[in-house]
């Protein structure tokens, strides 16, 4: 079992940037995941990162955006998002999994955190 505790969500303007951290209660071996939910819509994949850091993804709406890293010895995941747009407001979660290699689909992930809310206003 792992436990997820995402941080650093708040309000800030288009344009800006804000860095996301999750800690897990275990990170040995894990691939690491950011997803988002905005009102009414399904979840959505944001960026994955393999256990080394070898492998990273991103979704496409995020590309030279959003960057996602982790530093094992902290046990922790961030994501460093730039240029921030009003339609990047939703709940952001992270998530982990032993399957395959930084998998981008939310079937593929075990574990979630409770997520923290990032809300762009324009």
């Known amino acids: 079992q792992v436990q997820l505790v995402e941080s650093g969500g708040g309000l800030v303007q288009a344009g800006g940037s804000l860095r996301l951290s999750c800690t897990a209660s275990?990170?040995?071996?894990?691939?690491m995941g950011w997803f988002r939910q905005a009102p009414g819509k399904e979840r959505e994949f944001v960026a994955a990162i393999s256990w080394s850091g070898g492998r990273k993804y991103d979704a496409d709406t995020v590309k030279g955006r959003f960057a996602i890293s982790r530093d094992n010895a902290k046990n922790t995941v961030y994501l460093q998002m730039n240029n921030l747009k009003p339609e990047d407001t939703a709940i952001y979660s992270c998530a982990a999994t032993f399957r395959g290699v930084a998998p981008t689909t939310v079937s593929q992930y075990d574990y979630w955190g409770q997520g923290t809310q990032v809300t762009v206003s324009s």
């Open positions: 275990t990170f040995n071996n894990y691939n």
